[in-house]
T-cell receptor, first 111, second 114 residues
Framework: AQRVTQPEKLLSVFKGAPVELKCNYSYSGSPELFWYVQYSRQRLQLLLRHISRESIKGFTADLNKGETSFHLKKPFAQEEDSAMYYCALLVGTGNNRKLIWGLGTSLAVNP | DAGVIQSPRHEVTEMGQEVTLRCKPISGHNSLFWYRQTMMRGLELLIYFNNNVPIDDSGMPEDRFSAKMPNASFSTLKIQPSEPRDSAVYFC????????????FGPGTRLTVL
C-alpha cells in the first residue's frame, strides 16, 4: 500500500529549540519524498525535496530507507516557522505520477 | 506571474445547489491537479490532468463530482448536487512537464454547504 504517515497533528516548541516533524512512508518502489509548507494566509508551497539534498530556511530532511522515514529537522526553531507542514510521496511512473500526502503537522513555535 | 488563480475564493451555498469551482493554471504548465482539504482527511487528490486529459480520477468521491479541462488555461470542478459534507477547501495546483514534480498551488476555494 502507498501511504504517508505524519503521526503528530500538532507540535509545539519554544523559539530556539530543536524541532523534528516526523514522516514515515510505505511504498514498494523507489521513493521520492517532499515537504510542503503552508504559512498562515499563504499558499501551500514546496519546502524541500529529498533528491535535492538541500537545506531550506534551516530545515533539512534525510531519507532513511531502512526506517522508511523522511523526518524534517531544524536545530533552532524560529517563530516564523509556525505553519502547517505536509510530507508527500511521489508514486507512479511515466505520465502517471502523483503525490500521496500525509495529514499534515501543525507546528507552533512559541516565543 | 499571478500564479495559479482560483475563483471564487469563498462560496456559501445551500444543500442541493450546483457549485462550480474554477482554476487557471500557470501559463506553460501542462499538468493540473484538484485537491480537497479537510481537518479529518487532510489533503486528498481528487483528479489530475496531463495536457488537458484526465489521467487519474480515482479520488473523485462520487458521481456528484465532475471535472473538466477544456483547454490548457482553464479547468472546472463541479459538484451537483452539493451536500454539507462537501464543505472543505478545494485547491488547484499545476506543474510544468511530466518529469518535474514541484506543484504550484492556488489560494484555494473555501466551500460551505449549508
Amino acid at each position: 500500500a502507498q501511504r504517508v504517515t505524519q503521526p503528530e497533528k500538532l507540535l509545539s516548541v519554544f523559539k530556539g529549540a530543536p524541532v523534528e516533524l516526523k514522516c514515515n512512508y510505505s511504498y514498494s518502489g523507489s521513493p521520492e519524498l517532499f515537504w510542503y509548507v503552508q504559512y498562515s494566509r499563504q499558499r501551500l508551497q514546496l519546502l524541500l525535496r529529498h533528491i535535492s539534498r538541500e537545506s531550506i530556511k534551516g530545515f533539512t530532511a534525510d531519507l532513511n530507507k531502512g526506517e522508511t522515514s523522511f523526518h524534517l529537522k531544524k536545530p533552532f526553531a524560529q517563530e516564523e516557522d509556525s505553519a502547517m507542514y505536509y510530507c508527500a510521496l511521489l508514486v507512479g511512473t511515466g505520465n502517471n505520477r502523483k503525490l500521496i500526502w500525509g495529514l499534515g503537522t501543525s507546528l507552533a513555535v512559541n516565543p | 506571474d499571478a500564479g495559479v488563480i482560483q475563483s471564487p475564493r469563498h462560496e456559501v451555498t445551500e444543500m442541493g445547489q450546483e457549485v462550480t469551482l474554477r482554476c487557471k493554471p500557470i501559463s506553460g504548465h501542462n499538468s493540473l491537479f484538484w485537491y480537497r482539504q479537510t481537518m479529518m482527511r487532510g489533503l486528498e487528490l481528487l483528479i489530475y490532468f496531463n495536457n488537458n486529459v484526465p489521467i487519474d480520477d480515482s479520488g473523485m468521491p462520487e458521481d456528484r463530482f465532475s471535472a473538466k479541462m477544456p483547454n490548457a488555461s482553464f479547468s472546472t470542478l463541479k459538484i451537483q448536487p452539493s451536500e454539507p459534507r462537501d464543505s472543505a477547501v478545494y485547491f488547484c495546483a499545476s506543474k510544468r512537464g511530466t518529469h518535474t514534480d514541484t506543484q504550484y498551488f492556488g489560494p484555494g476555494t473555501r466551500l460551505t454547504v449549508l
